[in-house]
């Protein structure tokens, strides 16, 4: 049996060594970025994914080379509260140590907001079991100059009931071929989304979030269904209309795809990390009380 890490394969040999030699370790990283500088997670050429800037600064703290995982690629522009990686690594730097070090040496814009040691075969993609991504849009009158880099600005009122209600329909197991982007390459586009919310915060009333549970996420699927949920808020679909899409499974019927600088990962779960926002979870938002008190927005 082959055990994949990144672009490589492994045999089960090498990962039991692990286990039982006790030299390599899998270091996991919880971490938050602001992803408007970025070209996405993945590392790139030009040295403009997170990635590069992540492996850089534990290149530098270590003195080896890293390959550090994410659970998922975020899309250039896209933020993260909650984006889990790992790398394996020979050190013997506690994990405390470690997260000091990275954070000294990161950028701004990207914060380490925890270090564990993962199981030695931790896989962040394929042991992931729930994404939680949330959706910040405004249809206030005008810009706001503070929020410009995390909200999407919709120039006329929505509807929140409308899209809160058209949205139901998404709730559950389904094909979702008409909210995938184009160029994926999944075995399958079946997904089960858990919870899906849509709500006006009491707090700031032009700002609304759209909050999605699930399984997985496709290629573009959450900024698709914020997209095609917009066209309900703004009247010019029915809400039934959302029903429609899903069982056409059709792409080029649904709405277009939402900018990314309104999207962030909120958290990803694993059987052994993050209990408190397991299977079935109640999504927290902004303003419930004892929720991201670090990012009183998100």
Same mark, same amino acid.
Request: contains cysteine.
């Given at each position: 049996?082959?055990?994949?890490?990144?672009?490589?394969?492994?045999?089960?040999?090498?990962?039991?060594?692990?286990?039982?030699?006790?030299?390599?370790?899998?270091?996991?990283?919880?971490?938050?970025?602001?992803?408007?500088?970025?070209?996405?997670?993945?590392?790139?050429?030009?040295?403009?994914?997170?990635?590069?800037?992540?492996?850089?600064?534990?290149?530098?703290?270590?003195?080896?080379?890293?390959?550090?995982?994410?659970?998922?690629?975020?899309?250039?522009?896209?933020?993260?509260?909650?984006?889990?990686?790992?790398?394996?690594?020979?050190?013997?730097?506690?994990?405390?140590?470690?997260?000091?070090?990275?954070?000294?040496?990161?950028? @701004?814009?990207?914060? *380490?907001?925890?270090?564990?040691?993962? !199981? %030695?075969?931790?896989?962040? +993609?394929?042991?992931? $079991?729930?994404?939680?991504?949330?959706?910040?849009?405004?249809?206030?009158?005008?810009?706001?100059?503070?929020?410009?880099?995390?909200?999407?600005?919709?120039?006329?009122?929505?509807?929140?009931?409308?899209?809160?209600?058209?949205?139901?329909?998404?709730?559950?197991?389904?094909?979702?071929?008409?909210?995938?982007?184009?160029?994926?390459?999944?075995?399958?586009?079946?997904?089960?989304?858990?919870?899906?919310?849509?709500?006006?915060?009491?707090?700031?009333?032009?700002?609304?979030?759209?909050?999605?549970?699930?399984?997985?996420?496709?290629?573009?699927?959450?900024?698709?269904?914020?997209? @095609?949920?917009?066209? *309900?808020?703004?009247?010019?679909?029915? !809400? %039934?209309?959302?029903?429609? +899409?899903?069982?056409? $499974?059709?792409?080029?019927?649904?709405?277009?795809?939402?900018?990314?600088?309104?999207?962030?990962?909120?958290?990803?779960?694993?059987?052994?990390?993050?209990?408190?926002?397991?299977?079935?979870?109640?999504?927290?938002?902004?303003?419930?009380?004892?929720?991201?008190?670090?990012?009183?927005?998100?």
């Amino acid at each position: 049996m082959q055990w994949r890490w990144g672009t490589t394969d492994f045999p089960d040999s090498v990962i039991l060594s692990f286990r039982v030699g006790g030299v390599m370790r899998c270091i996991r990283l919880r971490l938050a970025y602001d992803g408007t500088d970025y070209d996405g997670w993945q590392s790139q050429k030009s040295g403009r994914g997170i990635q590069n800037a992540v492996e850089a600064a534990a290149e530098s703290i270590l003195q080896e080379k890293v390959r550090v995982l994410a659970s998922g690629r975020t899309d250039a522009g896209v933020h993260a509260v909650g984006q889990v990686a790992a790398f394996r690594t020979t050190t013997t730097l506690s994990t405390q140590v470690l997260c000091k070090a990275l954070n000294a040496k990161l950028p @701004s814009d990207i914060t *380490v907001l925890s270090v564990d040691e993962a !199981p %030695a075969n931790f896989h962040p +993609i394929r042991d992931a $079991k729930q994404k939680h991504y949330r959706y910040l849009l405004s249809d206030a009158a005008m810009t706001n100059v503070f929020l410009r880099r995390y909200v999407w600005r919709y120039p006329r009122p929505l509807d929140c009931d409308s899209m809160a209600g058209a949205a139901e329909v998404l709730i559950g197991t389904h094909d979702f071929s008409a909210f995938q982007g184009a160029g994926s390459k999944r075995a399958t586009s079946v997904r089960t989304i858990r919870q899906l919310r849509v709500t006006r915060s009491p707090l700031i009333p032009h700002i609304i979030t759209i909050d999605v549970q699930a399984n997985g996420f496709l290629y573009n699927m959450m900024r698709n269904i914020v997209g @095609s949920l917009v066209d *309900v808020g703004r009247g010019a679909r029915s !809400p %039934a209309w959302i029903g429609e +899409i899903l069982e056409g $499974k059709d792409r080029n019927r649904a709405g277009a795809t939402a900018p990314p600088h309104g999207l962030f990962l909120i958290s990803v779960t694993y059987p052994d990390l993050d209990v408190a926002r397991s299977e079935g979870s109640e999504i927290t938002l902004p303003w419930d009380e004892g929720t991201y008190a670090e990012f009183p927005l998100i």
